[in-house]
RNA sequence: UCCGACUUAGCUCAGCGGUAGAGCAAUCGGCUGUUAACCGAUUGGUCGUUGGUUCGAAUCCGACAGUCGGAGCCA
């Protein structure tokens, strides 16, 4: 029995195989008088491969049917290809039907734009362009193993749903298995949540931070790439309400070892990606971002620009550019900001750190000068802020006045307080969206279209 | 959430006060080792929803919804 061969393969075959069993849809299909050109693709790989179709094939007239989006089996030989464009092609000599496509088949050989593509995110991945784009996907997530495993660090699974309600980085879904139509509750008419599920509220992650410090302080150095849920009500190109992270956590680590470990990271990655999906970042180059390998390039060659919140916010006031908020100590950077300095200052990634500590988190390790803290955001041309991090806190008395500073409830945060209680240590780590170093490798410009099924505001389908 | 633009055939768009048009796709036919093929014909739309102005609205005004772009939040 004959076993299916992927096209990718018989593409890089060194000869002609006498016979060869390969399945996918049809592209395209091109009839001639005796006989029929169709071009199969089966995810394997950009390119199709090109199947001659003989009229003296038995079912000939039901091959003469096939549309675009149809599925088939083809059996045949791979033979040097008489036609200009291909090196091989495949002399059918049986083609099995699997499905036709109907003629309301959405999708067409010809170009469409990535907002009609999205109404029919189920059928996307068929296209060139995202068909390219989820190769990628996956290559990227390996790569990021890679990256960490080949460095020692541990992957931790931190859990998706938690019940501290103020992880500090925006807006939770509430998760429930109560009648929302009639939930139990208390004699002072608020929702008895010892009844839910968990028996208190509780809430889908915003980050997985907070978990993975704990297995630093244990572990050592430690990775988490999970899915992460945001219900912030952004309308950007750069935000979803659920999209991946990885976040790593070093223990025995300070700010400028985070740096080193964020920057290692990104070039590692374009790299891997530039070297691995060559024939897709082609098509990116082509049809999305015609400076896309320039701006890689430059990443790995070039390394990051790095400066402290204080220098940057003199580059902006010395450069003599126009910004519509004025860069003055203080103030949380703006887009603008970081666009200018990324794209036309350093006109490469730029890693800022000790910022005010008035605009960053309350675990961020406060400075000796006593006014910024130890955090670091990376910037890269065109998307912005791609990581965010920072040397944590580790004293126990600074992080629980800081606590208390903030507002929160001192007892939410017992546990997370216990690494600083037991055995502290200095250590550091980040957060990287995953969509937006998609968006960084291939020059795609929504994020909508980095992710299978994108979740955002008002947008659930599929 | 705020500001702005947009929403007309399956797709991309034109029409901007007198009851709808193109290209592509699709369907049918022709031609050709073709390759986002080519040529011809055909099919296809209560012009986002809902109020209003008007003799008459796709076209003017309002509301709502959705989409896109920018901003904020950030990854």
Known sequence: MLKRTKIKTLLQSEQTIAQVLVKGWVKTKRDSKDFSFIEINDGSCLKNIQVI??????NYNEIKKLTTGSSVAVTGALVESAGGKQKYEIKADNIEIY???????????????????????HLRPRTNKYGAAFRVRSRLSYAIHNFFQERGFVYVHTPIITASDCEGAGEMFQITTLDLKNPPLLPNGEIDYSKDFFGKESRLTVSGQLNGEMYACALGNIYTFGPTFRAENSNTQRHAAEFWM?????????????????EDMVRYLVKD???NCAEDLDLFEKFVDPTLKQTLSNIVDNGFARITYTEAIEIMQKSGHKFEYEPVYGIDMQTEHERFLAEEHFKRPVIVRDYPKEIKAFYMRLNDDGKTVAAMDVLVPRIGELIGGSQREERYDVLVEKIKETGMDIKNYEWYLDSRKYGTVPHAGFG?????????????ANIRDTIPFPRTPKSVSF
């Open 432 to 444: 990287l969206g995953f969509e937006r170093m998609m968006m960084l490798v291939t020059g795609i």
């Open 99 to 121: 499905g036709i496509a109907p003629e309301d088949y959405p999708l067409q050989k010809k170009g469409m734009s990535d907002e009609f593509l999205r109404t029919i995110a």
């Open 53 to 58: 179709a003989n009229n003296t094939l038995n």
């Open 246 to 262: 990885i976040e790593p956590e070093m223990a025995f680590a300070d700010i400028y070892d985070n740096m080193d470990l964020a």
């Open 273 to 275: 990606i530039m070297e």
